[in-house]
């Protein structure tokens, strides 16, 4: 095809050359983003604009109320199901004019957008032509951009994973490192750990860059997905706003990932703030014990997310190493264990039940499905095989505690 029939066919300097000739060639303002509607170019000298185009060329993006509402009106998911223009009327709360749209493909990914204001006209058949044309040639240099991309972001993971494993001794050689990758590092900062339900496909992995991009409020810092994991550092305003800042973005992952794509994590722990960044390794390392005490303990601690939150579940992995350290394991319980081993019955159950529900008998007798009666010749029992005095504080919170170090090891007969 000649550049008579293909106003495209020819070599571009530039996104900013590219978008400007297709303005011209349509008579229409254009942009162009990637693929998670960042801008790339935009038509200069336009005869006219609207609200949304302005703002995602003074913030470099797209605001995130008008993907929200091109996602609700299905507008992005035609986009990234076909290579056909796809015709958007205006959505007038977010300040959307009438558009056409295309996507910028190779073979199934999406590598960016072009989008076209119809001001004075519609486009007609021989525009939308044209626009597809436009994308084909846009597709060279998003490919090539996305190469040097995909280079630095392999850069700025090897970085973070040197952060997560406290490669980086001293602050001023993690900032030196920052710096030369062009990351800035805020005054504030925590670790996020998502926890999904299988190992990350090239088809999650990319809706996950999309929705980890496109989330603007609170967006992460770095971020790196491992096996069926995506891990996140993400900013703070300051150490009291941080629990709720981090909150927010998760929930909002959250949402986005099972709205947009039907494949939202499972759980999420998130680490404390840490101001320094040596202290980053320490934040990953309290992320994931959430996810570990949640999976251990669902009842119990299925709405936590913030290391904080967990209370003494915290101190879990730490009596747990000193038990294995002396070799310790509490005789009442030893006691127990093998009494409901040699007669089939449940004393550690019924005691560890009881110990939960506050030592309330009623309350423990209704969660054992069991009379009161039947509960209180139980713990008769319990007390005469294991030597316990249940109205000593201390030893039923020793019964307590042990118990809940002997779930979390894995193996409550034998440490």
Same mark, same amino acid.
């Given at each position: 095809?000649?550049?008579?029939?293909?106003?495209?066919?020819?070599?571009?300097?530039?996104?900013?050359?590219?978008?400007? #000739?297709?303005?011209?060639?349509?008579?229409?303002?254009?942009?162009?983003?990637?693929?998670?509607?960042?801008?790339?170019?935009?038509? #200069?000298?336009?005869?006219?604009?609207?609200?949304?185009?302005?703002?995602?060329?003074?913030?470099?993006?797209?605001?995130?109320?008008?993907?929200?509402?091109?996602?609700?009106?299905?507008?992005?998911?035609?986009?990234?199901?076909?290579?056909?223009?796809?015709?958007?009327?205006?959505?007038?709360?977010?300040?959307?004019?009438?558009?056409?749209?295309?996507?910028?493909?190779?073979?199934?990914?999406?590598?960016?957008?072009?989008?076209?204001?119809?001001?004075?006209?519609?486009?007609?058949?021989?525009?939308?032509?044209?626009?597809?044309?436009?994308?084909?040639?846009?597709?060279?240099?998003?490919?090539?951009?996305?190469?040097?991309?995909?280079?630095?972001?392999?850069?700025?993971?090897?970085?973070?994973?040197?952060?997560?494993?406290?490669?980086?001794?001293?602050?001023?050689?993690?900032?030196?490192?920052?710096?030369?990758?062009?990351?800035?590092?805020?005054?504030?900062?925590?670790?996020?750990?998502?926890?999904?339900?299988?190992?990350?496909?090239?088809?999650?992995?990319?809706?996950?860059?999309?929705?980890?991009?496109?989330?603007?409020?609170?967006?992460?810092?770095?971020?790196?997905?491992?096996?069926?994991?995506?891990?996140?550092?993400?900013?703070?305003?300051?150490?009291?706003?941080?629990?709720?800042?981090?909150?927010?973005?998760?929930?909002?992952?959250?949402?986005?990932?099972?709205?947009?794509?039907?494949?939202?994590?499972?759980?999420?722990?998130?680490?404390?703030?840490?101001?320094?960044?040596?202290?980053?390794?320490?934040?990953?390392?309290?992320?994931?014990?959430?996810?570990?005490?949640?999976?251990?303990?669902?009842?119990?601690?299925?709405?936590?997310?913030?290391?904080?939150?967990?209370?003494?579940?915290?101190?879990?992995?730490?009596?747990?190493?000193?038990?294995?350290?002396?070799?310790?394991?509490?005789?009442?319980?030893?006691?127990?264990?093998?009494?409901?081993?040699?007669?089939?019955?449940?004393?550690?159950?019924?005691?560890?039940?009881?110990?939960?529900?506050?030592?309330?008998?009623?309350?423990?007798?209704?969660?054992?499905?069991?009379?009161?009666?039947?509960?209180?010749?139980?713990?008769?029992?319990?007390?005469?095989?294991?030597?316990?005095?249940?109205?000593?504080?201390?030893?039923?919170?020793?019964?307590?505690?042990?118990?809940?170090?002997?779930?979390?090891?894995?193996?409550?007969?034998?440490?």
């Amino acid at each position: 095809m000649n550049a008579e029939l293909n106003p495209f066919n020819r070599s571009f300097d530039h996104l900013e050359a590219l978008a400007d #000739k297709i303005g011209e060639v349509l008579h229409a303002p254009v942009t162009i983003e990637d693929a998670n509607h960042r801008l790339l170019a935009y038509s #200069k000298h336009d005869p006219g604009t609207d609200a949304a185009r302005i703002a995602t060329i003074i913030g470099r993006r797209v605001p995130d109320n008008v993907i929200a509402s091109l996602w609700k009106d299905g507008v992005i998911p035609r986009l990234m199901q076909s290579d056909e223009p796809v015709r958007i009327r205006s959505i007038r709360d977010v300040g959307l004019g009438d558009r056409v749209a295309i996507s910028i493909r190779k073979d199934n990914q999406v590598l960016g957008y072009i989008w076209a204001l119809e001001v004075e006209r519609p486009l007609d058949e021989a525009c939308l032509l044209h626009l597809k044309l436009a994308a084909q040639a846009a597709k060279i240099k998003l490919l090539r951009l996305q190469t040097q991309r995909r280079k630095e972001d392999e850069e700025r993971c090897d970085f973070f994973w040197e952060l997560l494993t406290g490669h980086h001794r001293t602050a001023l050689q993690a900032k030196l490192k920052a710096d030369s990758l062009g990351v800035t590092m805020p005054g504030l900062f925590g670790v996020i750990v998502f926890q999904f339900g299988h190992d990350v496909s090239e088809q999650l992995n990319q809706q996950i860059q999309y929705t980890v991009t496109a989330i603007q409020k609170t967006r992460p810092l770095l971020h790196v997905l491992s096996d069926k994991q995506l891990i996140a550092l993400v900013p703070g305003t300051n150490a009291s706003r941080f629990a709720a800042e981090a909150g927010e973005f998760s929930l909002s992952f959250y949402h986005q990932m099972k709205e947009r794509f039907g494949s939202e994590p499972l759980n999420w722990g998130i680490g404390s703030s840490c101001e320094e960044v040596t202290a980053v390794e320490q934040s990953y390392r309290e992320a994931l014990t959430v996810l570990q005490i949640k999976a251990q303990f669902p009842a119990e601690t299925g709405s936590v997310t913030h290391y904080h939150e967990l209370g003494y579940y915290r101190y879990l992995p730490y009596f747990l190493e000193q038990k294995r350290l002396h070799r310790y394991e509490n005789a009442s319980l030893k006691q127990l264990r093998t009494y409901d081993r040699e007669h089939h019955a449940n004393l550690v159950e019924t005691l560890e039940t009881f110990l939960a529900c506050d030592s309330n008998v009623k309350v423990a007798a209704d969660a054992l499905h069991v009379h009161t009666n039947t509960l209180a010749y139980r713990l008769k029992r319990i007390a005469e095989i294991g030597g316990i005095n249940f109205a000593n504080v201390d030893q039923k919170t020793t019964l307590f505690l042990d118990l809940k170090t002997d779930k979390w090891s894995g193996n409550p007969d034998r440490l």
